[in-house]
């Protein structure tokens, strides 16, 4: 399929996982892709492999320096982005009582004021029948111990995905989201773990999933490009949970 032929995507933290697959998928249907992270060395390597229709931007999603040059920046490969992936970020979580002020602002600097300055500016590039995605989480839905702040951070955007929908219907972009399940990537790359901690947390979790495995960041993928896609043409202001179905079935 050529869904994406002659189309532009802006994929925030595309340098892996879930925005590194979208990235793979959009460019293969023929489109391409301005992907952002944060240092030089993540964002060249995942241009590399992404190929020539690819371009890579530093940008930090929690510096509000960096989310205001996003405009120059994006500027520079293309006057048009057809898909706006917001997808920047990582999780970080502990007790209530762990929490300080700097791990509060942290994560809602990076997961809700990274997203909304990411639309912001991006907006005079969107025209009639260009799309924004959002990516929130499962834990908006499930209760967890440590992820008070990950959890309500996420819950916020939820409400751009409502908020942002209504505001920009006139302008016919079409704002939806994504909600994934435990995904198969880096996510817990910025707790503090180590790799063996990473595996034990990921072995405790996996029997608690109806599909007994974790979701490849291609399945998520997949679903982000359907909702970029004419297909859902008539979907707006939407969330698709892409999590095996552990939100409804426990
Ligand atoms: N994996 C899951 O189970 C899961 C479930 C629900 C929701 N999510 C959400 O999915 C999104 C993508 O995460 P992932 O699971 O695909 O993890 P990942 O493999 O670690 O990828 C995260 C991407 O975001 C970039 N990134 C992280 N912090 C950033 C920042 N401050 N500014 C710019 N880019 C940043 C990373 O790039 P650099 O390292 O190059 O900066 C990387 O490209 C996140 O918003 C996460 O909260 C994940």
């Given amino acids: 399929m050529q869904r994406f032929k002659d189309k532009f995507a802006l994929i925030t933290g595309g340098t892996n996982g879930m925005g590194f697959a979208t990235a ?13 992270g944060r240092s030089v060395e993540t964002v060249n390597k995942a241009v590399e492999q992404l190929g020539e229709r690819a371009f890579g931007i530093v940008s930090n999603a929690g510096s509000i320096k960096d989310l205001m040059n996003l405009q120059q920046e994006v500027g520079k490969y293309t006057e048009t982005i057809d898909l706006l992936f917001a997808n920047a970020g990582y999780g970080k979580f502990a007790p209530i009582e762990y929490i300080d002020e700097a791990f509060f602002d942290e994560l809602f600097n990076m997961l809700v004021k990274g997203p909304f300055f990411t639309v912001q500016q991006i907006l ?9 995605i959002f990516n929130t989480s ?8 440590n992820f008070s702040i990950y959890s309500a951070a996420k819950s916020a955007v939820q409400s ?20 994934p399940g435990h995904i198969k990537t880096n996510i817990f790359n910025n707790t503090g773990l180590n790799p063996e901690q990473i595996d034990e947390a990921v072995q ?31 979907i707006h202001g939407a969330e698709i949970k892409i999590d095996a179905g ?3 079935v426990g």
Wanted: charged residues 20%; aromatic residues 8%.
């Fill in 24 to 36: 793979q998928q959009f460019i293969n249907e023929g489109g391409s892709v301005i992907i952002t």
């Fill in 124 to 132: 005079p590039f969107m025209k009639n029948g260009s799309s924004v």
């Fill in 138 to 145: 499962v834990a908006t839905e499930i209760s967890m111990p």
């Fill in 160 to 179: 751009f995905i409502k908020t942002f929908a209504t505001e920009l219907t006139e302008r016919r972009i079409r704002v939806n989201g994504i909600s």
């Fill in 204 to 234: 405790n979790i996996i029997p608690t999933i109806p599909f007994k495995r974790q979701g490849e960041p291609s399945e998520v993928a997949s679903a982000v490009l359907f909702l970029a896609s004419d297909e859902a043409s008539y």
């Fill in 246 to 248: 552990i939100s409804v």
